[in-house]
């Protein structure tokens, strides 16, 4: 234990975050950092309880409860406290490939199950994460450690996400040849394609793919498997497959007038500004611009919030973002969402603190219904209509929705973007290889396991689980590895 009364000595702390005004006109990253000194205090509030339900990775009540990829949080907290930054990196690197993303990009529900929060703040888990990693960098102690020992087996990982990219990382420890296949020009799936470069910046991404490059992977750029290569031609080169291609079907919307100009999905949307960014600093035009535009965004998650956030870079004329779900409560719900449930409250993301920066208001507009999407006589999208919901759940679990008579409204509109989530992988793969699928049509293979119908190959992350969180793929990546290491060697060091 760090200090046994810490966490009634010293308040929680965050980085403060560039001001929002500024940070609209580039796309940077917009978090600052905290100091050694302070750090340290906020390692010292790390209670080292009995049960650490912070790296415990349960599901509950539908959400995550505590860490996937059961970080050992009081250790490497108690390390930053000493001053150990080198021994904290350690304990960060046994359960944790690429901290660098998750100190980033992850929703944090280590601290929503912190047992700090049961009486007060939670402790700062993601930025002493993020901290130690950066640190690791800089001091140059994270360097390429190449197995030292090759096994001769070969395994071909389709996807480079953070579960191709964790699964990856540990077969190469384990010895065995690893090529990773990416059909996008860069590698990094969802890290480099998906979230936006002021959430994560594709330094931090290339950083690390060349480091695993160094380590003895071999990475495939511009080659989708199941059409540049047939499918049936990595079971007979390699000894193990691993799909890791994500959930990258995305969930449209049935709503009168969808066939409007001006209507698109979010990740087209997100991917080609960051595409053009990468390529030209956007001077090439190669992306839907909102500039000049009023924007609704229909859906209310990350996805949604990163389009609000891009919209208003590009320069739009308003933006608005639709969610289904009610107004969360300014304090958690003891009764229907206790601790260690991910506390479901009120908060501004950062694409919301920025929009209420310039437009002096929370962009979110709650508990709505679109109802159809009217044009121009060009066919260009110019308002949408909609309706304010009740939302109940039946016995049987169903969510409900009621319209409520009296609430229709109209918005102008000249850029939508849908955002409602994913329907899971994309099917030519799983055709060519005969592949079972689930009910909501991901690649059937347990949890544990990861293993399909067909032998020898395997299935991880997004595309066998569907839209989830990077913690849980990288989760599902290093489970896999073992599992494809006990495939090829009928036992398994890896953790």
Not at 179 to 206: C, S
Request: net charge negative.
């Amino acid at each position: 234990m760090s200090t046994p009364t810490g966490f009634m000595q010293y308040q929680r702390q965050i980085p403060a975050d560039r001001d929002p005004i500024d940070r609209i006109k580039d796309w940077e990253e917009f978090h600052k950092h905290l100091s050694d000194e302070e750090l340290a205090t906020q390692g010292a509030r790390c209670m080292d309880c009995g049960t650490p339900y912070c790296h415990t990775g349960m599901e509950l009540a539908g959400t995550v409860s505590g860490c996937p990829i059961n970080n050992l949080i009081p250790e490497w907290n108690n390390l930053v406290y000493r001053g150990l930054w080198k021994e904290a990196l350690d304990r960060l690197h046994k359960t944790n490939n690429f901290p660098e993303f998750t100190g980033r990009v992850c929703p944090a529900p280590c601290e929503g199950s912190c047992t700090v929060g049961l009486i007060g703040d939670a402790v700062t888990i993601k930025t002493i994460e993020q901290a130690i990693i950066d640190r690791g960098f800089d001091e140059g102690w994270v360097v390429p450690q190449p197995p030292k020992v090759r096994t001769g087996k070969r395994v071909a990982v389709v996807g480079s996400g953070p579960a191709g990219l964790a699964t990856a990382a540990q077969l190469n420890k384990a010895g065995h040849t690893v090529t990773v296949y990416e059909r996008a020009d860069r590698i990094g799936g969802l890290l480099t394609y998906g979230i936006p470069t002021m959430k994560l910046d594709k330094a931090v991404v290339q950083r690390r793919v060349d480091l695993l490059a160094a380590e003895g992977i071999e990475f495939v750029t511009n080659t989708e498997i199941g059409k540049d290569i047939p499918a049936a031609e990595l079971l007979n080169t390699f000894d193990a497959v691993v799909l890791c291609g994500g959930a990258t079907k995305g969930r449209d919307v049935n709503i009168e007038g969808r066939n409007l100009n001006g209507i698109h999905m979010a990740m087209d949307y997100l991917n080609g500004t960051i595409k053009s960014y990468l390529d030209s600093n956007l001077e090439d035009g190669n992306y839907i611009s909102a500039k000049d535009k009023n924007v609704i965004v229909i859906g209310g998650g990350d996805t949604g919030t990163d389009c609000v956030a891009t919209a208003l870079r590009h320069g739009c004329k308003s933006v608005t973002q639709f969610g289904t779900h009610p107004k969360a409560p300014l304090v958690r719900d003891t009764v229907n969402n206790p601790w260690p449930q991910f506390p479901n409250v009120y908060t501004l993301d950062y694409a919301h603190e920025e929009a209420k920066a310039l437009y002096g208001e929370d962009p979110r507009a709650f508990s709505i219904l679109t109802k159809k999407f009217v044009g121009d006589e060009n066919g260009n999208v110019k308002e949408l209509h909609t309706v304010q919901i009740e939302r109940t759940v039946d016995e049987n679990g169903n969510k409900i929705y009621k319209e409520i008579p009296g609430t229709e409204k109209v918005w102008p509109a000249d850029l939508v973007l849908i955002a409602v989530g994913f329907e899971g992988p994309e099917n030519t793969l799983i055709e060519q290889l005969g592949l079972e699928q689930d009910r909501r049509s991901n690649v059937k293979a347990p949890y544990g396991k990861y293993t399909t119908n067909v032998d020898k190959v395997f299935a991880a992350g997004d595309m066998r689980r569907g839209q989830s969180l990077v913690v849980w793929a990288i989760n599902e990546g290093r489970e896999a590895a073992r599992e494809v290491d006990k495939y090829l060697m009928g036992s398994s060091m890896l953790p």
